[in-house]
């Protein structure tokens, strides 16, 4: 049931652009993206709630087709700040309400 | 304090220990959820609490026990864990169980079984 996303990890130099993708075998009803910084806790992103949902968060933004299944993350001209561990979490619904599944995240490292 | 708090943040037992991690989450949210966090591995969601009364529990071995007395605190009770149960255990919260509640998570406590 957890998504799958791509790549594993990615290394880039600041100011350079990214994406990661997220993809599940299950139809969604929300994607959701979090940081995770090493050591610290998971940081919410940003949720997508319909297919062909859009949103920016300065310069990270995320789309989400619905009927494909997949949502992907664009960092646009990075910053050394982006450095984590990117989790997708796809909601797909359970017997009591809807549940959250996260794939295994993609490490990013941005240097200078 | 403010979000998510969990204690202690690092917990070094044996595996005939009794132990017990604490959650607190400040912003009134109605939801609690345990995860475990495994390196190379996605975050594994073991138990969820709705308004205090368990919803979710995915195959967790017994000797993991959650309880949920208000809708503010969550524990996780622990006794004769085993190596394997080595890992950093997250608490989140969200405003409910309905579709598109984000989840904030607490700093997690890092567990290591001797």
């Known amino acids: 049931q957890q998504p799958v996303q791509s790549p594993q990890a990615v290394i880039l130099r600041e100011g350079e652009d990214a994406v990661i993708n997220c993809s599940s075998s299950?139809?969604?009803?929300?994607v959701h993206w979090y940081r995770q910084k090493h050591g610290e806790a998971p940081v919410f992103l940003m949720i997508?709630?319909?297919?062909?949902e859009q949103k920016g968060h300065e310069k990270i933004s995320a789309s989400f087709n619905e009927k494909k299944q997949q949502s992907s993350l664009y960092l646009t001209a990075s910053q050394l700040s982006y450095s984590g561990t990117y989790f997708c979490?796809?909601?797909?619904?359970?017997?009591?309400?809807?549940?959250?599944?996260f794939g295994k995240g993609t490490s990013l490292l941005v240097t200078p | 304090e403010t979000g998510v708090t969990q204690t202690p943040r690092h917990l070094v037992m044996g595996m005939t220990n009794k132990k017990s991690l604490k959650c607190e989450q400040h912003l009134g949210h109605n939801a609690m959820y345990w995860y475990k966090q495994s390196a190379k591995k996605p975050l594994e969601l073991m138990f969820v609490y709705s308004l205090e009364e368990r919803v979710e529990n995915n195959s967790v071995p017994s000797r993991f026990s959650p309880e949920c007395p208000n809708s503010s605190h969550l524990f996780l009770h622990l006794h004769t864990l085993q190596p394997e149960d080595s890992a950093l255990y997250l608490c989140a919260s969200s405003q409910g169980r309905d579709r598109g509640y984000e989840q904030y998570f607490g700093p997690g406590t890092r567990l290591t079984v001797t």
């Open positions: 299950k139809a969604l009803y929300s």
């Open positions: 997508l709630l319909k297919g062909g």
């Open positions: 979490g796809t909601e797909i619904r359970s017997n009591s309400g809807y549940a959250l599944n």
